[in-house]
Nanobody, 117 residues
Framework: QVQLVESGGGLVQAGGSLRLSCAASGRTFSFSLYYMGWFRQAPGKEREFVAR????????YYADSVKGRFTISRDNAKNTVYLQMNSLKPGDTAVYYCNDRYGQIPWGQGTQVTVSP
């Protein structure tokens, strides 16, 4: 069974930064074969796409709302994907999740990001 564990969230003032991590584990899970992504869900809203990265980290894609402020990266040796978030805005407040690009892996618990004005 594959498990995703997100961490690194917290409370930050607008304009601040956070770095999220997502560690994937599972005896038969080949992390390096998957495009990975970050998603977020704000209170009362549906989960939305934030960013994704290809298998070797050479290609990335972002939602317009975070482009230029967030950076996704990965370390295949550690089965971990990261999300560096800079210039945070109150609108970025949400629970952040990682998954493969299609959301096919069982979702983890997510990590809460709260941005105060």
């Amino acid at each position: 069974q594959v498990q995703l564990v997100e961490s690194g969230g917290g409370l930050v003032q607008a304009g601040g930064s956070l770095r999220l991590s997502c560690a994937a584990s599972g005896r038969t899970f080949s992390f390096s074969l998957y495009y990975m992504g970050w998603f977020r869900q704000a209170p009362g809203k549906e989960r939305e796409f934030v960013a994704r990265i290809n298998r070797n980290g050479g290609s990335t894609y972002y939602a317009d709302s975070v482009k230029g402020r967030f950076t996704i990266s990965r370390d295949n040796a550690k089965n971990t994907v990261y999300l560096q978030m800079n210039s945070l805005k109150p609108g970025d407040t949400a629970v952040y999740y990682c998954n493969d690009r299609y959301g096919q892996i069982p979702w983890g618990q997510g990590t809460q990001v709260t941005v105060s004005p």
